[in-house]
């Protein structure tokens, strides 16, 4: 059985490549010229968001930008914690770049199709944010700015199947974005 270590490692390894593979050479900057991406903990301010706009005239579609987000926001894999302690701080990391990612996308495409195109991706996001704030609410995975209130005992049962919930939003949310 693969450790979940050892799964986040391969995964990140292969979004890694794929990731600079599709971000070389249009414009002649060398990968080592570019900025690094943020640390997963602290949100990009409202200019380091990537931005379909800014780049061309014609908007990038919601598959092209994930790509860019999840760079943005330190995110390398799907956030799966249902197997780990329920207050493991980096499954709460990981679901909360899992959020805001999913918020600044739906921002975007809100900003970038005011039309409504890509309606069923800014729901399924909305949804991520929805789940992991229910998260985040319980105090899972050391999310809360305060002790949980409920008992632990409880927590250890409630924790992974809430987050099994976020993570099954954050897998519906990209299914949406990869659909053509």
């Given amino acids: 059985m693969i450790t979940r270590r050892f799964a986040l490692a391969l995964s990140a390894a292969v979004t890694t490549a794929l990731t600079l593979s599709a971000c070389g050479g249009d414009n002649g900057e060398a990968a080592d010229d570019r900025p690094s991406p943020r640390a997963a903990s602290s949100a990009p301010s409202e200019s380091k968001q990537p931005s379909a706009a800014a780049s061309s005239a014609k908007p990038a579609t919601p598959a092209e930008l994930l790509p860019l987000f999840r760079v943005t926001y330190g995110m390398s894999t799907s956030p799966m914690c249902s197997h ?52 985040r609410k319980l105090g899972c995975y050391e999310m809360g700015s305060t002790p949980p209130k409920t008992d632990s005992a409880k927590l250890r049962e409630l924790c992974p199947s809430m987050s099994t919930i976020a993570s099954l939003a954050w897998l519906n949310f990209e299914s949406n974005v990869t659909l053509p």
């Fill in 84 to 135: 780990v302690a329920w207050d493991d701080p980096g499954c709460g990391q990981d679901l909360t770049a899992a959020a805001e990612l999913a918020g600044a996308m739906a921002k975007s495409i809100g900003r970038d199709f005011p039309d409504g195109e890509y309606t069923e991706v800014e729901k399924s996001a909305d949804h991520v944010v929805k789940a992991v704030g229910t998260v």
